[in-house]
């Protein structure tokens, strides 16, 4: 039986990241906006579904979904020790980076089945401008899985952070916008998942038209 919540030592190290670093970063640092934060559901089965532009955006996105937010990571952090269990307690889980590593997708499943929401980015890796141009069908498939709806993201601003060569993130504006949940698709049929991922790039890409 599925849980409703992640487990609660997870949420715990997620307020005590959120609070004192992430938050203060995003609001002062960033002059962070955010907008449609009512959309996302606090419990229960969820795919976050977003663009992808820097370092900074996975903590970025789980801090202002008020829920922490499993994500994958390249399998290289889970070999140095000690670091291994930090981020498994925040949720990441290994993927192997250039391929279609279906144990990402299984352990994507278990996450959902443990509480967590889980974050994918359709892209599958960073583009330049934070728009998305070739989005995978990763998340289409897991939601169809496991029937979790996606709830399309936008990073506004985030491609900026880091634009020199001294590798210190630059004082930007920051915006994230929430989309509408679309729910998951009914088979597993190739021309639904294509659909339906389409329209999820689709609904990224008109928030990132918002800007800021």
Not at 72 to 101: C, H, N, W
Not at 109 to 133: C, E, H, K, S
Request: a positive charge; one cysteine or more; proline letters at 9%.
């Amino acid at each position: 039986m599925a849980r409703s919540r992640e487990p609660f030592i997870s949420l715990l190290l997620y307020r005590a990241f959120k609070w004192p670093v992430v938050a203060p970063t995003l609001r002062f640092y960033l002059r962070g906006r955010t907008y449609g934060l009512e959309k996302v559901p606090k419990q229960g089965p969820l795919i976050i579904v977003a663009n992808h532009a820097s370092d900074f955006d996975p903590p970025l996105l789980a801090s202002c979904m008020r829920r922490p937010v499993a994500f994958m990571a390249k399998e290289e952090l889970f070999k140095v020790p000690v670091l291994k269990q930090a981020i498994t307690l925040y949720g990441a889980y290994p993927v192997k980076r250039g391929s279609a590593d279906r144990s990402a997708i299984r352990s994507a499943m278990q996450a959902i089945a443990d509480g967590w929401a889980v974050g994918i980015f359709i892209t599958g890796t960073r583009t330049p401008d934070g728009r998305v141009t070739d989005p995978k069908l990763g998340a289409a498939l897991i939601a169809q899985k496991v029937q979790a709806p996606l709830l399309p993201v936008c990073l506004w601003g985030t491609d900026k952070i880091f634009q020199d060569k001294s590798g210190f993130p630059r004082s930007v504006p920051v915006t994230l916008r929430v989309g509408e949940l679309i729910p998951p698709p009914k088979t597993g049929d190739r021309a639904e998942l294509e659909a339906l991922t389409n329209r999820c790039a689709d609904a990224i890409n008109a928030l990132h038209d918002l800007g800021r």
